[in-house]
């Protein structure tokens, strides 16, 4: 998996986000930091109820899953930063995150 830059990395996990008011949305991260993702999910494209709007905060589930790593499920919340078609930009906090999930998550910088 290769690095586009420090702190960032460029994977494919995974997740669902959900919002009140909005159906919780499911795809895959495109591109992980500390303190940002980047999904893709087709469900942003087809007709609903209501899209998430920037601002929005709501709470990413991640699917961790692979080669040295533990199955785990991390719950992050969240706040929609920007969508662009398909492409939705979240803003993350990980401060709520117990020790055992934090060393998880930051498995996901090491590999």
Not at 17 to 30: D, L, Q, Y
Not at 52 to 70: K, Q, S
Request: aromatic share 4%.
């Amino acid at each position: 998996m290769p690095q586009a830059h420090a702190g960032r990395r460029t994977l494919r996990l995974a997740c669902r986000v959900e919002f009140a008011g909005c159906p919780a949305i499911s795809g895959n991260t495109r591109d992980l930091s500390p303190v940002d993702v980047s999904l893709q999910s087709a469900a942003l494209l087809t007709p609903g109820p209501r899209r998430p709007r920037p601002g929005d905060r709501g709470v990413l589930t991640l699917t961790i899953r692979g080669p040295g790593l533990p199955n785990a499920l991390l719950k992050i919340p969240c706040r929609v930063a920007f969508v662009n078609g398909n492409i939705l930009n979240l803003q993350i906090t990980t401060a709520g995150l117990d020790t055992r999930q934090q060393e998880t998550f930051d498995l996901l910088f090491q590999r």
